[in-house]
Nanobody
């Protein structure tokens, strides 16, 4: 069974940092696009960042570019989201997702259960 499991969420003050991890199992994700979406309280799900496992190319939503960095360790089958200079507007549940056999994360073939991030002002 293909699974994604997130960890690393929590409570942090504005200006602080967190690193989210997403561990994949059930297959190697070396030919897949992986990344992160988030859903703020009362909001819609929105794209945050993605990485192509094959090319290493990264993509970011405009509001996080320059503050967040996505990376992937193919040996550990794990994708990371380093979040710096966090803002209260970053408060959300963050979901890891993967589009299999693709360089682009669009709809997500596989989803994690989510990890909550709360940024206090």
């Amino acid at each position: 069974q293909v699974q994604l499991v997130e960890s690393g969420g929590g409570l942090v003050q504005a200006g602080g940092s967190l690193r989210l991890s997403c561990a994949g199992s059930g297959r190697t994700f070396n030919n897949d696009a992986m990344g992160w979406f988030r859903r703020a309280p009362g909001g819609e799900r929105e794209f945050v960042a993605a990485i192509s496992s094959r090319t290493g190319k990264t993509y970011y939503e405009d509001s996080v570019r320059g503050r967040f960095t996505i990376s992937k360790d193919n040996n550990k089958n794990t994708v990371y989201l380093q979040m710096n200079n966090l803002e209260p507007e970053d408060t959300a549940v963050y979901y890891c997702a993967a589009d299999l056999d693709s360089d682009y994360l669009i709809l997500g073939d596989v989803w994690g259960q989510g990890t909550a991030v709360t940024v206090s002002s």
